[in-house]
C-alpha cells in the first residue's frame, strides 16, 4: 500500500529565515505531486504540482520553490519566510492516470513569527 | 473564473439525521468530483469520489452530480457525532502536462449533536 510522510510537523520560524519542507512517498512509482498551503479557517492552495523528476510547475508567484529531486521526494523552499508563509503546507499524490484522486499527507504547520 | 463554492456553515444537525452538504462549481469543463473530509487539524481525508451524472452510494454517504446544474452534493445518512467535521468539496480541470488541478472550495463545518 502507498503511504506518504511530511516532516517536520511543526515549524517555527522567524521572519526572513530559509524553509525546507520535505515530503516522501513509499509504495508508488511515478506520482503526480503536490504542493498545497491552507491558511487558518480557509481553502486549499494549489502552489506546486510536478509530473515527473525536475519537472515543476508553479500556480502562485510568491517567495516560495519546489524541487523534486528523486521520483517520490518532493521538496518545498523558501529562501526568506514572511508573516504571510505561516499556515499548514498539505503534499499529496496522484497515481497518473487514476481519475484525478489526490491522497495528502499529513502535514506541517509552519508559523512564521 | 475557475472557482467552487460551498456554504460555509457551520451546519448543524442531531444524532442521526441525514447531512446535507452542497457546492457548485463555475468550470463546465470540470471532469472529476471529490468529497474531503477534513478534522481540527488534520489533513483532508477523501471519502467520495464521483464522475458522471446521478448517485454514488458508500455506506452512510451518497454523492449526487449534476453536471447540467453545475451541481455536485454529499448526504451523510444516520449522522454521527465523529462526522463532525469540515467537509471539502474539490474539482478538477484539465491543466497543462498530465497533472490535473483540483480545485476546493471554503469547505463546510459540520457538527453533528449527540
Known amino acids: 500500500s502507498q503511504t506518504i510522510h511530511q516532516w517536520p510537523a511543526t515549524l517555527v520560524q522567524p521572519v526572513g529565515s530559509p524553509l525546507s519542507l520535505e515530503c516522501t512517498v513509499e509504495?508508488?512509482?511515478?506520482?503526480?505531486l503536490y504542493w498545497y498551503r491552507q491558511a487558518a479557517g480557509r481553502g486549499l492552495q494549489l502552489l506546486f504540482y510536478?509530473?515527473?523528476?525536475?519537472?515543476i510547475s508553479s500556480e502562485v508567484p510568491q517567495n516560495l520553490s519546489a524541487s523534486r529531486p528523486q521520483d517520490r521526494q518532493f521538496i518545498l523552499s523558501s529562501k526568506k519566510l514572511l508573516l504571510s508563509d505561516s499556515g499548514f503546507y498539505l503534499c499529496?499524490?496522484?497515481?497518473?492516470?487514476?481519475?484525478?484522486?489526490?491522497?495528502f499527507g499529513p502535514g506541517t504547520r509552519l508559523t512564521v513569527l | 473564473q475557475k472557482e467552487v463554492e460551498q456554504n460555509s456553515g457551520p451546519l448543524s444537525v442531531p444524532e442521526g439525521a441525514i447531512a446535507s452538504l452542497n457546492c457548485t462549481y463555475s468550470?463546465?469543463?470540470?471532469?472529476?468530483f471529490f468529497w474531503y473530509r477534513q478534522y481540527s487539524g488534520k489533513s483532508p481525508e477523501l471519502i467520495m469520489s464521483?464522475?458522471?451524472?446521478g448517485d454514488k452510494e458508500d455506506g452512510r454517504f451518497t454523492a449526487q452530480l449534476n453536471k447540467a446544474s453545475q451541481y455536485v452534493s454529499l448526504l451523510i445518512r444516520d449522522s454521527q457525532p465523529s462526522d463532525s467535521a469540515t467537509y471539502l468539496c474539490?474539482?478538477?480541470?484539465?491543466?497543462?502536462?498530465?497533472?490535473?488541478?483540483?480545485?476546493f472550495g471554503s469547505g463546510t463545518q459540520l457538527t453533528v449533536l449527540p
Open positions: 499529496a499524490w496522484e497515481l497518473a492516470g487514476d481519475l484525478d484522486t489526490q491522497y
Open positions: 509504495g508508488t512509482s511515478n506520482p503526480n
Open positions: 510536478s509530473v515527473g523528476i525536475g519537472q
Open positions: 468550470d463546465r469543463g470540470s471532469q472529476s
Open positions: 464521483i464522475y458522471s451524472n
Open positions: 474539490a474539482v478538477t480541470l484539465i491543466s497543462s502536462g498530465s497533472a490535473r488541478q483540483l480545485t
